[in-house]
């Protein structure tokens, strides 16, 4: 891959005829600052291709591409998706629009990048529509999954971050999605509302509560940055529960929080099938663990 300099990329602007220009950031960054003659094609999207095939026919012309800065890889990913949709003549400026305003060089652009959100302090409701509680069962060979509704749920902020909250689930809604067109579906259902597992009769509800949500500090966007806290209270039994999650906001400026793990359903008195209390199931073993899939939203916007 042919790299460029900001003192060449200079010289090549001034050439007769230039390289075609390619900004590869969202448009919102493009708008607000940008290497004057460039055309924005965001690399994120999957139309950037064909895209490119009508800002240029000619895939023998000469192309530079840049990003926001070296340590961003979006003008490096173009670049190989250009060669790879076969235009043979690609630079990368990979030091980026950064190194260019860094060089006290000219820009074009005054629209101000939207401002990031934060959120207050203060206790909002969980939008029940988006927010899912998802579940994964197994024995030694084989899997169920499904779903849970949330009854009602809330979420607390305290400097920019989540502090607490507090959901109801409504475990008569219980399902098993994998089976959902199944004869076997209704069978499996009535086996988990039994009390050989959920004893939804006697124990309609299981509630969470979040005691303590604390951020990684060093962790990147889309990672798992907040670690939870609380207490879990199923078939009458409470018992602490902590996980790591990936929060932030949504793209219509919603709290919102993902995290995947598991727990040990004996602590809930759950033996069904349970390795540690029965001795010879053969096929009736049930691994004790149980794998959550949470995903949970505010239903307030900022």
């Not at 303590?212 to 940055?225: H, L, Y």
């Not at 598991?262 to 691994?287: C, E, M, P, Q």
Request: charged share 20%.
């Amino acid at each position: 891959m042919k790299t460029i300099t900001t003192q060449e990329l200079e010289g090549a602007l001034n050439q007769s005829p230039p390289p075609t220009l390619i900004d590869v950031r969202l448009n919102d960054d493009f708008l607000a600052a940008h290497i004057p003659t460039a055309v924005n094609n965001c690399v994120f999207e999957v139309a950037f291709l064909e895209r490119m095939n009508e800002i240029t026919s000619d895939k023998k012309s000469p192309l530079c591409v840049y990003g926001a800065a070296h340590t961003s890889l979006e003008s490096q990913m173009a670049a190989e998706k250009l060669a790879a949709g076969g235009f043979t003549s690609v630079t990368n400026y990979e030091d980026g629009i950064t190194a260019w305003m860094a060089a006290g060089l000219d820009t074009e652009g005054a629209q101000e990048p939207p401002a990031t959100p934060s959120v207050p302090d203060g206790t909002f409701p969980v939008d029940l529509k988006e927010s899912r509680v998802e579940w994964l069962g197994r024995n030694l060979v084989n899997k169920h999954w499904g779903h849970v509704s949330l009854k009602s749920g809330t979420l607390s902020f305290a400097d920019e971050h989540l502090a607490a909250g507090d959901f109801i689930l409504d475990m008569t809604s219980i399902a098993c999605d994998d089976l959902k067109s199944d004869p076997y579906h209704d069978l499996l259902v009535h086996h988990l509302e039994s009390d050989d597992f959920f004893d939804v009769k006697n124990y309609p509800e299981a509630r969470f509560v979040i005691n303590e949500g604390k951020p990684f500090s060093d962790a990147s966007a889309g990672s798992q940055n907040l670690h939870i806290s609380g207490i879990l209270t199923l078939k009458g039994i409470t018992a602490p529960v902590s996980f790591t999650a990936s929060a932030g906001l949504t793209s219509d400026g919603k709290p919102a929080a993902q995290a995947a793990f598991s727990i040990d359903r004996t602590i809930w008195n759950i033996r069904y099938g349970s390795g540690k209390f029965f001795h010879r199931l053969a096929d009736h073993l049930v691994n004790d663990d149980i794998e959550l899939q949470l995903r949970i939203v505010a239903d307030h916007s900022f």
